[in-house]
């Protein structure tokens, strides 16, 4: 089993910046790639970005290209989701989840059913 747990959310002004992290724990997460996620109230839960095991393989949202980038540290088994230009609609719940590589270099990295670990998510609130 893999736990995940996602920390650096707040409340912070647009223009500000944020760097999330997310640690697991529970065994290595080799060959699992890590994807964010991200839910506003009243909406649905939406990929923000996916990175593979190797880091080679790394994917965004149209939305939040230029803006955010993903990354990883295997050796600490933790991910990392840096933020830049926050602005009042990225407020949303940030989560972190796993899946095998295979379902991120697909076409199914953007489908949460697909992620088999989540953690549980960590609060953004950018106030304009």
């Known amino acids: 089993q893999v736990q995940l747990v996602e920390s650096g959310g707040g409340l912070v002004q647009a223009g500000g910046s944020l760097r999330l992290s997310c640690a697991a724990s529970?065994?290595?997460?080799?060959?699992?790639?890590v994807g964010w996620f991200r839910q506003a109230p009243g909406k649905e839960r939406e990929f923000v970005a996916a990175?593979?095991?190797?880091?080679?393989?790394?994917y965004y949202a149209d939305s939040v290209k230029g803006r955010f980038t993903i990354s990883r540290d295997n050796a600490k088994n933790t991910m990392y989701l840096q933020i830049v230009s926050l602005r009042p609609e990225d407020t949303a719940v940030y989560y972190c989840?796993?899946?095998?590589?295979?379902?991120?270099?697909?076409?199914?990295?953007?489908?949460?059913?697909?992620?088999?670990?989540w953690g549980q998510g960590t609060q953004v609130t950018v106030s304009s």
């Open positions: 990175i593979t095991w190797s880091g080679g393989n790394i």
């Open positions: 529970g065994r290595t997460l080799s060959d699992y790639a």
């Open positions: 989840a796993a899946a095998p590589d295979t379902v991120v270099v697909g076409n199914r990295r953007g489908s949460s059913h697909d992620y088999d670990y």
